[in-house]
Structures are given as C-alpha cells and as structure tokens.
C-alpha cells in the first residue's frame, strides 16, 4: 500500500461563495447606516479626541473598508488552512488560523464512503464526501474539488470491502447505476456475464472459471465488488441470458449456480464472504457481488490444477508457486503458524 500523503482542499467556489456572502453583508451594512442619518455624526462628536485626529467622512470609509478587509482576510485564510490529509492508515481534517485543530479517522473495515453532489457542483467539479462507520457519519468532506477522484483515493486506503453508494443530490438514486461511473480498481470490476458468451452467443464454462477467477483474487486480497452483467462500455447488459441457460431462469436460479460454482473452486466454508444483490438498471437485471477479504488463502481449483491470485490494481494476478507461501505467511501469519 502506498504511503503517500494526499492533502485534499475545498473547491475555490467555497471561498468565491463566502466573499459574494461578506460583499452582501458590507451592503446590508452600509444601508444600515445610511438609515441611521445624523445619529452617526453625533456618536463621533461624543468619542474624546476622535474629531481631531480623523475627520468624519475618512472615519467613515476606513471604518466600512477596513472591517470588509479585515473580513475578507479571514475568510480567506479559514478557507486555505483547512484540508483533509489521508494517509495508508486514516485521514484527518486540519483547520484553524491562529489555533490549529486537527480530527482523525482511523481507516476500519466497517467504513463506506458516500459521495453528495448536485447539478450545479458537477457543473463547479465540487461536492462531499460522508465517511461512515457501520451506517453512522463520522466524517465529512465538505465541498471539496474532485470529489471522486478522491473517492476512489479513499476506497482504495480502507482494508475489506467497501459500499459504494453516491448521492446526486438530496435524493438517493440506484446504487447500481452509480457505480457504472467509476472506472475498474483494485477493488471494482464488471464482467458482461457469468457465462453466457455474448460473442459467440452460448453457453462458456471458462467465463464461469474467470469469474471465480476475480472473486478468489478480491478474497486473497483487500476484498472488492465484482459487478456482473455489464459490457466493456459499462452500458447494462442484463443477466437475462445468463438466466436462460439455467434450469430456473430467475435471480434465484443465478445465485444458486453462482453458489455451486464458488462452492466446487473455492469452498463453501467460506462462501459467506461473497454477498449478492440483484438491482435493476434500465429495466435490466445486474448482480453486485461484494466480497470480503478471506481468513485464510484462497486457491482457485480447476479440472486439472489449483491456481492463487491477488488483485493488482485492476487485475487478477497469478503468484507463482515461490511466491505464494511468503505472500500468504505475510498476509495470515496466524493461519500459517496455527
């Protein structure tokens, strides 16, 4: 995992916002004592020694222009002193100008991040991130620029698997096609189906093989999301052929064979670790299968052999015979030595 420090910032918007607000409040400001007429004049006459060192309409633009400055200066400087930092093991929210304060979020396997962004902070590349602990908000990153790239930065420093869910605006909209926006990673792929080839439009066993493939890879590794029923392009295939080449032609029927599947090349006592939902994207069926990371190594059993993978980025990688004994030792040290 790589070590590097991300320091993430608000969207300039923030600070174009809060000016637009101080320019506002001068104006509301100034009209204020425009109303209050000659009572102004007679405060001034009443301050000991002030008459004499400032005439009154110098008072009076240095008094309006220096708080409107003195104001600006501050927002601004709230607005470049606070960030969010994430490194491997947490990420932290640095603010204040003469007192720093500083709030840190151990990275947990029960974390989800939630995105929140609106037409308009697509338009300004601005929006939120909710960081959640077992469906609680423990951490919020208001308004910064970029935001899914930093998702993605993010999802990849949490250690299991992860729920990818975005918010657009006030309204949740479907889990699944959200998640068609996001490009493969370490810990999200699509396949077209489980094994229906769509090239040659029948049935192919070894697309069963590369989808327990990826799913083996996403156990031996941090966990993942495998999303089935999705074309290269990430446009909604369906799962309604797979269905039709088995024996019940539902979403049942699909879990059930994936069961069999992860059952024979995996093993069943760990087939708790693989969660399917189904969810409907353009009035098609697609299956999400999000899976966490294994206790113990994982190997993929063929016909005639018996293959170990890992997630490399976005790839399942075979490990060679040497290689796998030390990854193992150092990824399960307690499994190995019990």
């Known amino acids: 995992m790589s070590t590097e420090r991300i320091t993430i910032r608000r969207s300039p918007a923030v600070l174009i916002r809060n000016l637009a607000l101080i320019e506002l409040v001068a104006f509301i400001l100034y009209v204020v004592a425009v109303t209050l007429g000659n009572s102004k004049y007679e405060l001034y006459l009443q301050i000991p020694l002030l008459p004499d060192i400032f005439p009154y309409q110098a008072l009076k633009i240095f008094a309006l222009s220096g708080i409107q400055f003195v104001i600006t200066i501050?927002?601004?400087?709230?607005?470049?002193?606070e960030h969010y930092v994430v490194i491997p093991t947490m990420i932290s929210h640095e603010r204040g100008i003469f007192f720093k304060q500083s709030t840190n979020v151990p990275f947990r396997e029960t974390m989800s991040v939630t995105l929140v962004e609106g037409p308009i902070r697509k338009l300004l590349h601005c929006g939120s991130l909710i960081i959640h602990n077992s469906s609680l908000p423990i951490l919020t990153l208001?308004?910064?620029?970029?935001?899914?790239?930093?998702?993605?930065?993010?999802?990849?420093?949490?250690?299991?698997?992860?729920?990818?869910?975005?918010?657009?605006?006030?309204?949740?909209?479907?889990?699944?096609?959200?998640?068609?926006?996001?490009?493969?990673?370490?810990?999200?792929?699509?396949?077209?189906s489980l094994r229906f080839d769509h090239h040659t439009k029948k049935v192919n066993r070894e697309l069963e093989k590369v989808t327990m493939k990826t799913?083996?890879?996403?156990?031996?590794?941090?966990?993942?999301?495998?999303?089935?029923?999705?074309?290269?392009?990430?446009?909604?295939?369906?799962?309604?052929?797979?269905?039709?080449?088995?024996g019940r032609q539902s979403a049942d029927g699909f879990e059930n064979h994936f069961t069999q599947l992860f059952n024979k090349m995996l093993g069943p006592d760990i087939r708790h670790l693989a969660q399917l939902t189904f969810h409907k994207?353009?009035?098609k069926d697609i299956c999400m299968v999000d899976i966490s990371p294994s206790p113990r190594p994982v190997y993929l059993a063929t016909e005639n052999d018996e293959f170990f993978y890992v997630r490399t980025g976005n790839i399942s990688t075979p490990l060679k015979l040497s290689e796998v004994e030390s990854y193992a030792r150092e990824r399960w040290p307690h499994a190995m030595t019990g």
């Open 74 to 81: 501050y927002a601004f400087l709230s607005w470049y002193y």
């Open 142 to 192: 208001t308004d910064i620029s970029y935001p899914k790239k930093y998702l993605d930065i993010i999802l990849t420093r949490l250690n299991g698997s992860h729920a990818y869910t975005i918010e657009p605006s006030s309204q949740r909209v479907g889990i699944a096609e959200d998640i068609l926006q996001y490009e493969e990673h370490s810990k999200l792929e699509f396949k077209s």
């Open 215 to 246: 799913v083996a890879a996403f156990l031996n590794s941090d966990g993942g999301r495998l999303v089935i029923g999705v074309g290269d392009d990430k446009s909604p295939l369906g799962l309604h052929h797979d269905y039709q080449t088995l």
């Open 281 to 283: 994207v353009q009035d």
